[in-house]
Antibody
Framework: EAQLVESGGGLVKPGGSLRLSCAAS????????MSWVRQAPGKGLEWVGR??????????DYAAPVEGRFTISRDDSKNTLYLQMNSLKIEDTAVYYC?????????WGQGTMVTVSS | DIQMTQSPSSLSASVGDRVTITCRAS??????LNWYQQKPGKAPKLLIY???NLQTGVPSRFSGSGSGTDFTLTISSLQPGDFATYYC?????????FGQGTKLDIK
């Protein structure tokens, strides 16, 4: 069974950093394009960014609110996706989900909560 | 960026009702439109992909239609487990964008 498990969330002060991980199993992770999607408390879904498979170039794209602050990377040897979040703002408070891409977000993790507060 | 607008934002219905949710894109997205169901505290679940394709394991009472800028999700006969929030999402271009959601609750 295909599965994604996020970890690394927590409480961080504004301006701080955090790295999220997403462990994949049950499917060919190295061939998968992967995205991060977030959901602020009581709000809708917001796409954060994605990374293509290495065979498709391994390039990344980001949403404007996180461009320059967040970095998506992958370690195919560990079947793991990462989201490095720097210069965090209060408005980055959300549940962060990893999900498979590109045509539709088919497989989702359970999410990890990130709270940015002083 | 492509804006996705869903209507209505909320909807009250009864078990057995037929329900339709609409999604409009700010530009032509051909048929690159997906629908998700989300229940409180849970991750979204893919229901329909590429406008009208039923995801494996999703009941046939769910259906999707449309092309270009206008799309619909129809639930033919509401079941108790269908009360949730529904989102459309375009996969035509980046940034990927979602509709604001439609909350479906029990009348």
């Amino acid at each position: 069974e295909a599965q994604l498990v996020e970890s690394g969330g927590g409480l961080v002060k504004p301006g701080g950093s955090l790295r999220l991980s997403c462990a994949a199993s049950g499917f060919s992770f190295s061939n998968a394009w992967m995205s991060w999607v977030r959901q602020a408390p009581g709000k809708g879904l917001e796409w954060v960014g994605r990374i293509k498979s290495k065979t498709d170039g391994g390039t990344t794209d980001y949403a404007a609110p996180v461009e320059g602050r967040f970095t998506i990377s992958r370690d195919d040897s560990k079947n793991t996706l990462y989201l490095q979040m720097n210069s965090l703002k209060i408005e980055d408070t959300a549940v962060y989900y990893c999900t498979t891409d590109p045509d539709a977000f088919e497989i989702w993790g359970q999410g990890t909560m990130v709270t940015v507060s002083s | 960026d492509i804006q996705m607008t869903q209507s209505p934002s909320s909807l009250s219905a009864s078990v057995g009702d037929r329900v339709t949710i609409t999604c409009r894109a700010s530009q032509n997205i051909i048929n690159y439109l997906n629908w998700y169901q989300q229940k409180p505290g849970k991750a979204p679940k893919l229901l329909i992909y590429v406008a009208s394709n039923l995801q494996t394991g999703v009941p046939s009472r769910f259906s999707g239609s449309g092309s270009g800028t206008d799309f619909t999700l129809t639930i033919s006969s509401l079941q108790p487990g269908d009360f949730a929030t529904y989102y459309c999402q375009q996969s035509f271009s980046t940034p990927r964008t979602f509709g604001q959601g439609t909350k479906l609750d029990i009348k």
